[in-house]
T-cell receptor, first 118, second 109 residues
Framework: QVQLVQSGAEVKKSGASVKVSCKAS????????ISWVRQATGQGLEYMGWLNLNSGNTGYAQKFQGRVTITRDASTNTIHLELSRVRSEDTAVYYCAGAKGAVAFDVWGQGTLITVSS | SYVLTQPPSVSVAPGQTARITCGGK??????VHWYQRKPGQAPVLVLY???DRPSGIPDRFSGSNSGNTATLTISRVEAGDEADFYC????????????FGGGTKLTVL
């Protein structure tokens, strides 16, 4: 089955950019989309965007358009989430999650805590 | 954009049945997925397509979806079931294709 392993926690200053990685492995990666979902303390899950592992096509939730970029390194099956101009409200745990199209997210990364300090 | 509404909290005694609702306009026409998130852990899929259980999820977890309400039912609740539960659907809005409910904290008394 697919496994997703994320990069470690980071602390960033307001206004900086942060990049989180998610390495996908497994025999059944074909057809998977990898999405990014975040959760701030005391808040619910918030969808940010997706990338198709086969085509590299991406899509972003409206709230994050212009500030989020999702890319991939096809040679290592690593997906990157870059969030620019971070602010305190971006402090959250960021998860990558996999799904074969518009279905349930059946695999999740372990989460990466991003802390934004002023 | 589409909105999913969950009760903030549900409390139940061990051995009893917990029901967590997820409200949305004509949600019965959509496929609803449910996730369990325990403190410090990533979400885990517990039900997909309204009522199907992934491998490894006990049959104490069941679901239904009709009209404007989807329901996650947990029978014979155990202390280890205490967690936050989230419902999720896909929407045709390309600007916001994935919608999560606000989450329900299940407390086992």
């Amino acid at each position: 089955q697919v496994q997703l392993v994320q990069s470690g926690a980071e602390v960033k200053k307001s206004g900086a950019s942060v990049k989180v990685s998610c390495k996908a492995s497994g025999y059944t990666l074909t057809g998977y989309d990898i999405s990014w979902v975040r959760q701030a303390t005391g808040q619910g899950l918030e969808y940010m965007g997706w990338l198709n592992l086969n085509s590299g096509n991406t899509g972003y939730a409206q709230k994050f358009q212009g500030r989020v970029t999702i890319t991939r390194d096809a040679s290592t099956n690593t997906i990157h989430l870059e969030l620019s101009r971070v602010r305190s409200e971006d402090t959250a745990v960021y998860y990558c999650a996999g799904a074969k199209g518009a279905v349930a997210f059946d695999v999740w990364g372990q989460g990466t805590l991003i802390t934004v300090s002023s | 954009s589409y909105v999913l509404t969950q009760p903030p909290s549900v409390s139940v005694a061990p051995g009893q049945t917990a029901r967590i609702t997820c409200g949305g306009k004509n949600i019965g026409r959509r496929s609803v997925h449910w996730y369990q998130r325990k403190p410090g852990q990533a979400p885990v899929l517990v039900l997909y397509d309204d009522r199907d259980r992934p491998s490894g999820i006990p049959d104490r977890f069941s679901g239904s979806n009709s009209g404007n309400t989807a329901t996650l039912t947990i029978s014979r609740v155990e202390a280890g079931d205490e967690a936050d539960f989230y419902c999720q659907v896909w929407d045709t809005d390309n600007n916001n294709p994935v919608v999560f409910g606000g989450g329900t904290k299940l407390t086992v008394l």
